[in-house]
């Protein structure tokens, strides 16, 4: 779309207000970008400050076909939030107000502008927690969350996002609103619309209100480091801890070339001879957790570690934790750009899975960083390339086909936590066959027929796009 209809400007400052309404180019630039560094300036941006925001929005821009795009914190890595397609950015960061906070229920009622670590933060005050921790978890919305299903490293213990919403309020394209779920841990009334909407990326329903489930915070928390002269002997820690009694509550991997890069950095020692590495958490009682962590120890001294050590305080662990996320933007400062993908095997692949990001590496002389959560097998590959320079640029290509297939054949899939948004959107139909693509795209009609709702996501074009690899 090049230029949004004048009537649609007139009418949405007139339902939301000028206040809410940007259209100055300067303003909508800080709207045109996302974490992939990949640039879409929309035709105007609504700063919701409420559901009538929402339902105006969307009813104006459905009736003359104009796409609108929820946005949150625009944190994500596929380009979910981008306007593709040009239309109206419609951001929820002003609906950010936790509602309520029940101990009685355990249960947290928040709008989807709410940051999830100030709702965290929140909670803590009361003893409980909610356990989806996205590394973006200071910047994050928990609107984008649900849109995007998010994760991290208590995905081992705790599951992802769509574990935890029991209900939510979102508005349709056509400005109708739905409820699904509600206030209970149980309920099999009609179909599950929560856990279909969680995930679904903006694509079927904007979300204007979350019911979130809430656990109790964990007493203590015991960080171990296990430093490895392999992969392959990390991965098969992974496994046993995985396989073999009650694994810890997170488990993070790190590649060769990620110790090299946290060595560059000077911001956590490691032994010369580590060439990969296991961050393992237990979590519980007070009186528990040390038991836990003797357990741990007593399992992998067989797998005979380079090292293998305990953070002696909470302080000395978040060090380790702050190395561990300091990896992104260290990465940002080596290369001018990354490919960030959040591929998944089963556990007992990961060494598979790493030695075939070596041979791609190799074989295109691509530089390659690799870690992420080792207990769900779920890595971020990390792809450096300069813009540029198009000798580089063009082996991104080559490099994600020979990913995303070597993925697939191990049993994986192409995305854990991430989603799809435009940047895998032309692997899709390599993963799902065209009965499953198309009993989805005809939800997302049956939702939005208008097709109003983040346009150009998610589904591969038919064609070239749709064609599963030789």
């Known amino acids: 779309m090049a230029n949004p209809p004048v009537n649609l400007l007139a009418q949405l400052a007139q339902s939301v207000g000028t206040e809410n309404l940007l259209t100055d180019p300067t303003e909508l630039e800080a709207y045109a970008w996302d974490n992939t560094g990949i640039r879409a300036r929309p035709d105007a941006v609504v700063l919701a400050a409420c559901q009538d925001h929402v339902i105006a929005t969307l009813k104006a821009c459905s009736r003359v076909g104009v796409p609108v795009i929820a946005r949150g914190a625009g944190t994500g890595n596929v380009g979910g939030a981008l306007a593709a397609h040009g239309g109206v950015?419609?951001?929820?960061?002003?609906?950010?107000?936790?509602?309520?906070?029940?101990?009685?229920?355990?249960?947290?009622?928040?709008?989807?502008?709410?940051?999830?670590?100030?709702?965290?933060?929140?909670?803590?005050?009361?003893?409980?927690?909610?356990?989806?921790?996205?590394?973006?978890?200071?910047?994050?919305?928990?609107?984008?969350?649900?849109?995007?299903?998010?994760?991290?490293?208590?995905?081992?213990?705790?599951?992802?996002?769509?574990?935890?919403?029991?209900?939510?309020?979102?508005?349709?394209?056509?400005?109708?609103?739905?409820?699904?779920?509600?206030?209970?841990?149980?309920?099999?009334?009609?179909?599950?619309?929560?856990?279909?909407?969680?995930?679904?990326?903006?694509?079927?329903?904007?979300?204007?209100?979350?019911?979130?489930?809430?656990?109790?915070?964990?007493?203590?928390?015991?960080?171990?480091?296990?430093?490895?002269?392999?992969?392959?002997?990390?991965?098969?820690?992974?496994s046993m801890l995985m396989s073999q009694g009650t694994p810890p509550s997170a488990i993070e991997f790190l590649d060769p070339s990620a110790l090299d890069l946290l060595r560059r950095e000077e911001v956590v020692e490691l032994p010369d001879a580590a060439r990969a590495l296991?961050?393992?958490?237990?979590?519980?009682?007070?009186?528990?957790?040390?038991?836990?962590?003797?357990?741990?120890?007593?399992?992998?001294?067989?797998?005979?570690?380079?090292?293998?050590?305990?953070?002696?305080?909470?302080?000395?662990?978040?060090?380790?934790?702050?190395?561990?996320?300091?990896?992104?933007?260290?990465?940002?400062?080596?290369?001018?750009?990354?490919?960030?993908?959040?591929?998944?095997?089963?556990?007992?692949?990961?060494?598979?899975?790493?030695?075939?990001?070596?041979?791609?590496?190799?074989?295109?002389?691509?530089?390659?960083?690799?870690?992420?959560?080792?207990?769900?097998?779920?890595?971020?590959?990390?792809?450096?390339?300069?813009?540029?320079?198009?000798?580089?640029?063009?082996?991104?290509?080559?490099?994600?086909?020979?990913?995303?297939?070597?993925v697939l054949d191990l049993g994986g899939t192409l995305s854990g936590e991430h989603g799809v948004g435009t940047q895998k959107r032309p692997y899709v139909g390599w993963e799902l066959d065209e009965t499953t693509l198309d009993l989805q795209r005809r939800l997302k009609l049956l939702f939005d027929p208008t097709n109003t709702l983040n346009p150009g996501k998610i589904f591969p074009e038919q064609g070239a796009d749709f064609l599963r690899p030789g």
Not at 120 to 142: N, V, Y
């Open 89 to 238: 950015i419609l951001s929820t960061q002003r609906m950010n107000r936790i509602m309520e906070i029940s101990l009685d229920d355990r249960l947290a009622v928040v709008e989807p502008g709410v940051v999830n670590g100030d709702l965290q933060h929140a909670l803590a005050e009361k003893g409980l927690f909610w356990p989806p921790d996205p590394s973006s978890s200071q910047s994050c919305s928990i609107g984008g969350n649900i849109a995007m299903c998010a994760a991290g490293p208590n995905a081992i213990r705790y599951g992802v996002t769509r574990d935890w919403v029991l209900g939510l309020t979102a508005v349709l394209a056509d400005g109708s609103v739905i409820r699904t779920g509600g206030r209970v841990t149980k309920g099999v009334v009609g179909y599950d619309l929560t856990r279909l909407l969680v995930g679904s990326e903006g694509s079927l329903a904007v979300v204007t209100q979350a019911v979130l489930k809430l656990a109790p915070k964990p007493q203590a928390r015991r960080l171990l480091s296990a430093a490895f002269a392999s992969v392959a002997e990390a991965a098969q820690a992974t």
């Open 278 to 406: 296991l961050l393992l958490e237990v979590s519980g009682d007070h009186d528990d957790v040390e038991r836990q962590a003797d357990a741990v120890v007593a399992r992998l001294e067989p797998v005979q570690p380079v090292e293998l050590a305990r953070a002696n305080n909470n302080s000395e662990a978040k060090r380790i934790w702050a190395a561990r996320n300091a990896l992104s933007p260290a990465l940002k400062r080596l290369s001018p750009k990354r490919v960030n993908e959040d591929v998944v095997v089963p556990v007992s692949r990961l060494a598979a899975l790493i030695d075939g990001c070596e041979v791609i590496s190799a074989e295109l002389d691509l530089p390659m960083v690799n870690f992420g959560h080792a207990g769900n097998g779920n890595i971020h590959v990390n792809f450096l390339v300069d813009p540029s320079d198009d000798t580089s640029m063009e082996k991104i290509k080559p490099a994600l086909d020979q990913l995303f297939r070597l």
